[in-house]
């Protein structure tokens, strides 16, 4: 059985990062079993090395581990990165629901590329709020680390008063520019129609992250729910069956 | 028969936009018969206006109205900007090969946002080279509204020296980014494979545009042949059967 490594928090679901969301929506939709081993931010790049797994990137001068991972003792093939680990899906179980149908591959990367500059203004709403729902150790390396990167405390990446209005529009209109994509397709819920494909596991797992981190019952994800006739909740709710955190 | 506007220049095939040449690539690899008529610069507003075409955008404080642009006999519509011709030839001619094939639009959409940005570097090769190759009315009006946006004239826009060297070596990485997305289908020529769709008649066009404009005797030219294993030259290669200009 596959072992797929996914880093806790103190949610009810434990899951919240929207990387390892995107791998994890790729085995639940290909029905291929496995077991989720939970790992601490500190504990990452021991991990990885143990398993002979190469950094995904050097930042900072320095290397650069990061989860999701998995070890599938079947092949004794041990990866890291959503993308990757997807691309391995699909040709070692290629029965299984292909997430990058032919021809699809060159389509799904340069959407890829276009939407993450779209999700920017949704950074600082969620990571200072996530800062708060990790573990101890997992909180201590995340508020030090992404504290460095934004060069300010996390917390007070949180925009507040009429900035946070302001912000708040940006992302809204951010995600316009997705919406005006996915409009082209006329049907939906999903970026090629019925079936998803990897790109909408990317897309969902940032919307579950959002969801999950800044909380179901908050004025924003509310708010994100009315936006775009509905487009992000009917989106979440056709990826429903593939939630399960196992 | 479809009437096709479009801009000439004192090339030996008069085309020269690569806009153009997405709604031409379209027209001719659906079979659609058309007849080419070819207006000056400063004759698009009127020959727009009186098709009741509205502009393609407001740029400046004024409207704007660009070629291409169809009128269509047999249904009366006359419309311009290459994608919406594009769907309108897809929706209604439908037994022609389709350019947007069921649940790729929204892909070709993203692709083409992620795609657009990667040119830049290239317009100050080809575009003070362009206007000494238009006709005179064109010329005029090329030079005079093209040196208003960049801020200087339009000729002074081309790089020499080292500057030149840089920002050819930005050019081959930009479109470098495109050639990353293209390998993941392993295939080809094409952005689906070995058959094209819109975005291929978009990177056509733009690929066309160089050839022409930078001459295919060019140093630039033939270095982009060389490029990421000569994908650029497969690319147009594969397009010929849909280059004639009509």
Not at 77 to 84: F, N, P, V, Y
Not at 126 to 143: C, G, R, T
Not at 163 to 176: L, P
Request: with cysteine; charged share 25%.
């Amino acid at each position: 059985m596959i072992t797929f490594y996914d880093i806790p928090s103190q949610l009810p679901q434990k899951a919240w990062s929207p990387n390892t969301w995107k791998a994890r929506y790729c085995l639940n939709y290909k029905g291929i079993p496995y077991r989720t081993e939970w790992i601490e931010f500190p504990d990452i790049e021991a991990k990885c090395s143990s398993l002979g797994i190469p950094p995904t990137s050097h930042k900072f001068g320095k290397d650069h581990y990061t989860l999701p991972a998995i070890h599938d003792p079947t092949t004794g093939i041990s990866l890291a990165d959503s993308i990757a680990i997807a691309e391995y899906l699909d040709t070692t179980y290629p029965d299984t629901p292909i997430v990058f149908p032919s021809g699809t591959a060159a389509l799904q990367y340069a959407f890829l590329d276009a939407y993450l500059p779209t999700l920017r203004p949704f950074w600082r709403f969620s990571l200072p709020v996530l800062a708060d729902k990790l573990n101890p150790p997992s909180a201590e390396y995340f508020i030090r680390t992404r504290s460095a990167m934004w060069g300010k405390s996390i917390r007070d990446v949180l925009p507040s008063g009429e900035e946070r209005v302001e912000e708040w529009k940006k992302a809204k209109e951010s995600v316009g520019i997705v919406d005006g994509w996915l409009k082209k397709n006329g049907e939906g819920p999903f970026i090629m129609g019925a079936t998803p494909c990897f790109a909408d596991f990317f897309v969902g797992g940032c919307l579950t992250h959002l969801k999950s981190v800044l909380g179901e019952d908050s004025e924003e994800w509310k708010d994100i729910t009315t936006w775009h006739n509905g487009r992000w909740k009917a989106f979440l709710d056709g990826l429903k069956e593939y939630q399960a955190v196992i």
